[in-house]
């Protein structure tokens, strides 16, 4: 009778095991790591009647100021609109414009609660316009073709020039 061969890996096998396995517990931890440094580190930023969550480095009195002057602007498009309860997550990136996931070069973004703009802020309005016309309109109009008539671009100028023109 044949005795069983010994049920242990060959010593080459295991290291090889070993290895593939160290391999992808790495790889898994690289990846989690990557994850996390891109998510955004919220804070709130508490104004009279709401709050919003903010992420980059932007100077709060400054995104006050500028939140304050975009609802005041659109006031006329949407009367009464506020952020009160609107859970709206605003990061501030740290550059004027950047390249979207289609790789176009936009110097603001805007889906579901959450918006983007450069660090001047010029952005702020046109992406809060967007934000009510989705979220208080139900209407997703990327390429403003009722901006003209509705006034939004309007507003936006407005909104632009009293921020060129804010302390
Ligand atoms: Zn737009």
């Given at each position: 009778?044949?005795?069983?061969?010994?049920?242990?890996?060959?010593p080459?096998?295991?290291?090889?095991?070993?290895?593939?396995?160290v391999?992808?517990?790495a790889?898994?931890?690289?990846?989690?790591?990557?994850w996390?440094?891109a998510?955004?580190?919220w804070?709130?930023?508490?104004?009279?009647?709401f709050?919003?969550?903010?992420?980059g480095?932007?100077?709060?009195?400054?995104?006050s100021?500028?939140?304050?002057?975009?609802l005041?602007?659109?006031?006329?498009?949407?009367?009464?609109?506020?952020l009160?309860?609107?859970?709206?997550?605003?990061?501030?990136?740290?550059?004027?414009?950047w390249?979207?996931i289609?790789?176009?070069?936009?110097?603001?973004?805007?889906?579901?609660?959450?918006?983007?703009?450069?660090?001047?802020?010029?952005?702020?309005?046109?992406?809060?316009a967007?934000?009510f016309q989705?979220?208080?309109d139900?209407?997703?109009?990327?390429?403003?073709?009722?901006?003209?008539?509705?006034?939004?671009?309007?507003?936006?100028?407005v909104?632009?020039?009293?921020?060129?023109?804010?302390?």
């Amino acid at each position: 009778m044949l005795p069983a061969p010994p049920n242990i890996m060959h010593p080459g096998t295991l290291a090889i095991v070993i290895f593939v396995g160290v391999a992808i517990a790495a790889g898994v931890i690289s990846v989690a790591v990557r994850w996390l440094n891109a998510q955004p580190k919220w804070r709130t930023l508490t104004l009279p009647g709401f709050s919003v969550e903010v992420a980059g480095s932007v100077n709060d009195a400054q995104l006050s100021n500028a939140l304050l002057l975009a609802l005041e602007v659109l006031q006329p498009v949407w009367p009464g609109a506020s952020l009160k309860g609107a859970d709206l997550h605003i990061i501030v990136m740290d550059v004027e414009s950047w390249l979207n996931i289609a790789g176009i070069r936009v110097g603001g973004e805007q889906g579901g609660n959450r918006v983007r703009v450069g660090k001047n802020l010029s952005a702020l309005a046109h992406e809060l316009a967007h934000f009510f016309q989705q979220t208080r309109d139900d209407e997703i109009d990327a390429a403003h073709e009722s901006w003209m008539s509705r006034g939004i671009w309007r507003a936006d100028d407005v909104y632009r020039a009293a921020l060129r023109s804010s302390p």
